[in-house]
């Protein structure tokens, strides 16, 4: 599922969580958002305070009612799926710039990166400052290892 849909930012996405997560997960999540987020315990004014708190709470009281988090995910699904057939045609052979447009749906910024994602990069990163390094104390330890200028012949 998406990040945005048509009516705003998903509940799920407001929560922070997966479509898939439990209720245990989503108590936790609103406990820990409702703390952040309610008027009188945060310092940010008091209007945009409540605002989301009030968004919190009816992503909460959604979600947490499993007939409610149901008929939500069926309307979810539904913009999801009404979306993805305007944006390709699958009655007609998809081009070039369709599979542009449909790549371009799947939105990067959808979930972070995971912790053995970052560490990956982490490890490469490393790697490549590693052999950057070595390269420079190679070529300044032993120069006859560097790339010497050509001399053209007969002078």
């Known amino acids: 599922m998406t990040k945005y849909t048509p009516l705003g930012v998903s509940y799920y996405s407001l929560l922070g969580l997966h479509p898939k997560a ?20 945060t310092d940010m004014p008091r209007a945009i ?5 009030q968004q919190i709470n009816e992503a909460y009281a959604t979600l947490v009612d499993s007939e409610r988090r149901l008929e939500y995910d069926k309307k979810i699904r539904h913009l999801y ?13 998809v081009s070039r710039s369709q599979w542009r447009n449909l790549s371009s749906y799947l939105d990067s910024t959808d979930r972070p990166l995971s912790a053995g994602e970052l560490f990956a ?23 006859e290892f560097t790339i010497q200028p050509i001399e053209p012949p007969g002078i």
Not at 25 to 33: F, G, H, S, V
Not at 81 to 93: A, G, I, K, P, Y
Not at 133 to 141: E, K, N, Q, R, W
Request: glycine residues 4%.
């Open 22 to 41: 439990s209720n245990q997960e989503i108590r936790k999540a609103y406990r820990e958002l409702s703390k952040h987020y309610h008027p009188d315990t």
């Open 81 to 93: 799926l009404n979306d993805f057939e305007q944006r390709v045609n699958f009655s007609t052979h």
């Open 49 to 53: 305070a409540t605002a989301k708190f």
């Open 121 to 143: 990069l982490l490890i490469m990163g490393l790697a490549l400052i590693g052999c950057l390094v070595i390269a420079i104390i190679i070529g300044l330890i032993r120069p």
